[in-house]
């Protein structure tokens, strides 16, 4: 290759990469700006301000929509990974049967479009007569969620080296400490990757949320939603900064757990 | 004292026979090898000494103890695994500890005893590391300490050195043999590498498609082999296949099919009756024969053949020469000891002589379940084509 050409393809590259990242960061950057904005619209700069943190922290709307998010990615995390792990387990065995069978049935609602199973499930809350709320967002949470943290946990297990397995139970170790000190250990990075994965699909689900929340059960993105279409979006940027820190924060830690757990067990 | 016996074990996988009615016995401190190439069942037999695997017939005897049907955490027993198997989640400290950890030995106690293993292998200042900081030798020492800080009765080892470079593999043999002697405990030592298994072993068996084809001392198994099979799984060796012309008292006259030459065995080699005008096969090591281009005086006509050199190869130590000797091709390994200019001189197409002495040759009995699997025969029975099985 000529060095004019390489000099071109670097300079593509470049700027494909550049084009990337300004597409992927420059709105959430202009985001961030705006909720320290003094200004009621998306206008120049006029200022800064922390007041619409201060209108966030005192609408109890927000609040409890906020304590709602937070109830509901809690507990479909927990149950959505806690299934995951025993589905993966579960399913370790290659020489099960319908093993295919099952995964395929696992693995099928990551690709089935989310307003499908948003309908299907209020369908389903209407046809059997539940009242809408809390328990059927959460019921629809885990039910796309346990997808996800099937995959995940799955996959980490498929290349676990069974040799280990055999060389505890060589050294003394009984089935039960196996699993403790060996298995499950080895297992946690996926455990933790399929837990976050699930807790910030639950945070801002909106489709699937939506029709199944019903009225009077609102999460953040519901929230979000209907206060943009009233037109107030000031308020809106300074929740979306600090989720965005709660998710950077989030990352951080990760690798902190996976260290303190290990050193636990 | 015997330490594991091994009675009619045979082992199926479905339809497949891995192990099949194997009777061993290994005594207490032995360095006991399996020799096989793969397939043959060495890998199962071990899994089964362990307890990864049950025998589908048959007992395995710890000592007195049945422990057939005892899960590997209740037999007395570990192993080194091929790929060594250390625990990635733990430092290297942790990793000896395991076994003292899980008996819930007191913390002091386990810190002196991993420090005394990682001293036997050489380790011991590098107990806070973690497996993925280590090289190959190095997890092999740290897998060597893990099963031994449990002071078991037997150490079983699946191919230890087969992931290690050669180099380091001949020096961890040497290292191997002497934590050997230093525990003083039974190793089982399973190998494909028929090197390792000779130069390790107090004694071997040598196995092919499931079965013992020959158990004995390394010497034993090289100078006497028994089966066509283990005199060239261990080792190079020459076929004679001829007809026995008369049995004298203490020895017999074999006659070479093509009237080449006349052969003596002594009494010492055949281990059976043999009748006159029986065909029988003998074994021949290429070292033991010699090469020259004169016809040696003093054998009388016996023990000897004329050929001509085939092929040629200098191996440096030694040389390696393909006579041809009518139909059959003979392998001869001349050391050079001394390097004589007769030797030296020896040139392709040359006709020369090859002689031994009557206690070289070695009468291989038939073994039914004998299986030559990269010999050819040709029509009259003469090993005609033999691929060596490439060293891993």
């Known amino acids: 290759m000529k060095p004019s050409r390489a000099k071109l393809f670097k300079g593509l590259n470049l700027t494909a990469f550049s084009l990337v990242m300004v597409f992927l960061y420059i709105p959430i950057l202009i985001l961030i700006v705006y909720s320290f904005n003094d200004s009621r619209i998306i206008s120049g700069w006029q200022g800064f301000t922390l007041k619409y943190y201060a209108q966030l922290f005192s609408n109890p709307t927000i609040g409890e929509a906020f304590r709602n998010t937070m109830l509901i990615a809690g507990l479909s995390t927990l149950i959505s990974t806690s299934l995951g792990i025993m589905a993966a387990l ?40 539940v009242n809408t709320g809390m328990v059927t967002v959460l019921i629809a949470h885990v039910t796309f969620c346990i997808s996800y943290t099937v995959i995940v946990i799955q996959s980490r297990l498929e290349g676990f080296d069974y040799s280990l397995v055999e060389a505890a139970a060589d050294l003394g170790a009984r089935p039960h400490y196996i699993f403790w000190r060996i298995k499950f250990p080895l297992m946690l990075p996926g455990i933790i990757a399929a837990a976050l994965l699930a807790f910030t699909l639950s945070i801002d689900d909106f489709i ?44 951080v830690i990760t690798k902190r757990i996976r260290k303190i757990l290990i050193s636990a067990l | 004292m015997e330490d594991i016996i091994l009675q009619n074990i045979s082992k199926d996988f479905g339809a497949f026979r891995a192990v099949n009615e194997v009777n061993l016995t290994i005594k ?115 897998a060597i300490a893990r099963a031994l800080i449990n002071n078991p009765r037997v150490l079983l080892l699946d191919e230890p050195l087969a992931a290690l470079d050669l180099k380091l593999r001949q020096h961890m043999l040497i290292e191997l043999m002497d934590i050997h002697d230093a525990v003083g405990i039974t190793f089982i030592y399973v190998t494909h590498d028929q090197g390792e298994a000779m130069s390790i072993s107090d004694r071997l068996a040598v196995m092919n498609q499931g079965r013992v084809v020959q158990e004995g001392p390394p010497d034993d198994i090289y100078e006497r082999p028994s089966s066509i099979f283990s005199a060239y799984f261990i080792g190079e060796t020459n076929l004679i296949t ?117 206690t070289d040759t070695w009468l291989i009995e038939d073994n039914p379940f004998e299986v030559l699997a990269d010999a050819e025969l040709d029509d009259s029975g003469n090993l005609k084509r033999y691929v060596k099985r490439s060293k891993i």
């Open chain 2, 242 to 358: 001829g007809d026995v012309h008369k049995v004298y008292d203490d020895y017999l006259e074999l006659h070479c099919p093509d009237g080449t030459g006349k052969i003596l065995v002594l009494d010492s080699s055949f281990h059976k009756p043999v009748a006159e005008q029986s065909r029988i096969t003998l074994s021949l090591r290429p070292e033991k024969i010699a090469i020259s281009r004169h016809k040696p005086r003093h054998q009388d006509d016996i023990n000897m053949l004329k050929g001509q050199i085939e092929d040629i190869l200098y191996l440096g130590s030694h040389t390696q020469y393909i006579v041809r000797v009518g139909k059959l091709k003979f392998r001869v390994f001349s050391q050079h000891k001394r390097v004589y200019f007769d030797d030296k001189a020896l040139d392709w197409e040359d006709d020369v002589w090859l002689f031994w002495h009557d």
């Open chain 1, 208 to 251: 699937i949320t939506f029709f199944t929340s019903g009225r009077g059960f609102d999460t953040l993105p519901i929230y979000v939603e209907g206060t943009i279409r009233r037109g107030t979006i000031t308020t809106i940027n300074a929740l979306s900064t600090l989720m965005i820190g709660f998710t950077l924060f989030l990352v």
């Open chain 2, 28 to 142: 207490s401190g032995e360095l006991f090898s399996f020799l096989g190439p793969s397939g043959c069942g060495k890998t199962t037999l071990l899994r089964m000494i362990a307890g990864f695997e049950t025998p589908s017939e048959g007992s395995i005897y710890l000592g007195n103890q049945d422990i057939s049907d005892l899960p590997p955490y209740k037999r007395e027993v570990n192993t080194i695994f091929q790929n060594y198997s250390l625990f990635p989640h733990m430092n290297l400290f942790d990793n000896v500890a395991f076994g003292l950890k899980i008996k819930k030995r007191p913390k002091a106690e386990i810190k002196d005893r991993v420090q005394e293993m990682l001293k036997l292998v050489k380790m011991e200042d590098q107990a806070a590391k973690h497996p993925d900081q280590i090289s190959g030798g190095q997890k092999q020492r740290i």
């Open chain 1, 90 to 129: 579960g399913l370790e065995n290659k020489r099960f049967k319908a093993r295919g069978g099952l995964l395929a049935l696992i693995y099928t609602p990551l690709v089935i479009p989310d307003i499908l199973m948003g309908v299907s499930l209020a369908l389903l809350f209407n046809f059997t007569r």
